[in-house]
């Protein structure tokens, strides 16, 4: 049930972080993958994972651009054979300054990296599915698709829109095979939030509301991205499920 072998796969910012932690799930589960990012270290974290099992493939495309990441999708998609099971849109980026303190150009370009590219990739995406009668998208949300944040004001804005998208097209492809649902990662432990971590009054506030005492790991989102992108999910759609640690219902 939770096979995925023959099944293609794009995870986007998988080169580390969350992105590499749910691709690794996805290869371990034996899907064939393509890692889409951004970093040079893409090629790397793809040989690693390739290392055993299935395909892992590394393709550089630059979600910020609408051109690039319609080339770099037709081109993970070519090295899939032309088939796409499974879409995970991981990448995203976060300017941690107050609403008085952050440009209109970085509020804007927080909102093509995390909401316009999701959009652009759910299309392109559903182009494929919708030919094949079913297919998995993935979109990362975020706790801040439910509460506001502090200092936040772009990355929330986006994570809320990520959350209605995610309903919106469940509505419209759930009929035609396709789940659509997201994942909301609670406080990680990534390079994203390592100003936050080192932060000695706002870390141990957050800390202190998690239930598991601990923040999470690339590793605690492997199980859910094998979920969502197999066969036990089939009847679950328009999701955004939190991976917290409890960190919501505190």
Excluded at 17 to 45: F, N, W, Y
Excluded at 132 to 149: E, P, V
Excluded at 187 to 206: F, G
Excluded at 232 to 239: F, L, N, P, R
């Amino acid at each position: 049930m939770f096979d995925l072998t023959g099944k293609k796969a794009i995870v986007t910012g998988a080169s580390r972080g969350l992105g590499k932690g749910m691709a690794t799930g996805l290869h371990l589960a034996g899907a064939e993958v393509v890692i889409l990012d951004i970093s040079e270290e893409a090629e790397a974290t793809a040989q690693e994972l390739g290392a055993i099992g299935t395909s892992v493939y590394a393709v550089k495309g630059n979600m910020a651009d609408k051109q690039d990441r319609q080339r770099a999708f037709d081109e993970s998609v070519a090295l899939l054979g032309g088939k796409l099971d499974i879409l995970i849109n991981n990448a995203g980026i976060h300017d941690r300054r107050s609403c008085l303190d952050l440009p209109v150009e970085a509020w804007e370009q927080v909102m093509e990296v995390n909401i316009n590219a999701i959009y652009h990739l759910c299309k392109l995406a559903g182009e494929i599915m919708l030919k094949q009668k079913s297919g998995k998208i993935i979109n990362m949300a975020s706790m801040l698709s439910f509460i506001g944040g502090f200092n936040a004001t772009a990355y929330a804005a986006s994570k809320g829109a990520v959350a209605q998208l995610t309903k919106s097209l469940s509505n419209e492809w759930a009929m035609h095979g396709i789940q659509v649902n997201a994942i909301a990662p609670g406080y990680m432990d990534t390079s994203m939030n390592k100003d936050l971590h080192a932060d000695a009054t706002r870390y141990p506030q957050v800390t202190a509301r998690i239930p598991a005492g601990r923040w999470g790991t690339p590793e605690d989102l492997q199980g859910i991205a094998v979920f969502l992108s197999s066969a036990a999910s089939s009847y679950i759609t328009g999701t955004v499920i939190p991976v917290d640690g409890g960190y919501l219902v505190r």
